[in-house]
């Protein structure tokens, strides 16, 4: 069972349109939680962190629920350039901080 | 931008061979950790340096080693290339360990042929 677990889509969607990731996670001691942004061919861009008590950012709302080992982001309003893969990653707990990536969702937003 | 910065961009090596991957952090910064990405794939811990000693490792063959300068810049260099080796190799560079944020930089594409 890999370690954090999405759907790699794709997700078409209208713009406009209001699209839901979500993505599970097996290791309970994880401390840090986050979605990343990556485009085709390019590096990994941290779009926002993960916090229990929900956070939003625009049109982007992130939330955790811990007991179910479960994050969320949720897209408002999508725009052409809303087209992207979406990374969800946890942070380990110990001596490095290593980040561990899910496989990513990637979403087309269409005119 | 990141103001982590990577070279060579891209690389086209042969099976067998072996290649050196080089990554400058962002300045102040001492920590600099590897992920390989293949593709379709998430990217994949390799191992972290800070200070200048390997911090942890991912599950990754000895023929996958680093090193970390006095600057912090740091080298990803991996021996007897393997078609499977065919992957973006990317570098992230933090204030230290443990919950620092990551700073990546825009990789290097190696095609192993």
């Known amino acids: 069972r890999k370690e954090v677990e999405q759907d790699p889509g794709p997700f078409n969607v209208p713009e406009g349109a209001t699209v839901a990731f979500n993505c599970t996670y097996s290791?309970?001691?994880?401390?840090?939680f986050f979605w990343y942004r990556q485009d085709c061919r390019k590096e990994p861009k941290l779009l926002m962190s993960?916090?229990?008590s929900g956070n939003e950012d625009g049109r982007f709302t992130a939330q955790l629920n811990r007991a179910s080992q479960y994050i969320s982001l949720l897209i408002r309003d999508s725009k052409l350039s809303d087209s992207a893969t979406y990374l969800c990653?946890?942070?380990?707990?110990?001596?490095?901080?290593?980040?561990?990536f899910g496989q990513g969702t990637t979403l087309q937003v269409k005119p | 931008e990141t103001g982590v910065t990577q070279s060579p961009t891209h690389l086209i090596k042969t099976r067998g061979q072996q290649v050196t991957l080089r990554c400058s952090s962002q300045s102040g910064h001492n920590t600099v950790s590897w992920y390989q990405q293949a593709l379709g794939q998430g990217p994949q811990f390799i191992f972290q340096?800070?200070?200048?000693?390997?911090?942890g490792r991912g599950n990754f063959p000895p023929r996958f080693s680093g090193l970390q300068f006095p600057n912090y810049s740091s080298e990803l260099n991996v021996n007897a290339l393997e078609l499977d080796d065919s992957a973006l190799y990317l570098c992230?560079?933090?204030?230290?360990?443990?919950?620092?944020?990551?700073?990546f930089g825009p990789g290097t594409r190696l095609t192993v042929t």
């Open positions: 990653v946890v942070q380990s707990r110990g001596n490095t901080g290593k980040l561990i």
């Open positions: 290791n309970s001691a994880s401390q840090s």
């Open positions: 340096y800070y200070r200048e000693e390997e911090n």
């Open positions: 993960v916090y229990s």
């Open positions: 992230a560079s933090s204030l230290g360990t443990t919950i620092y944020e990551q700073y």
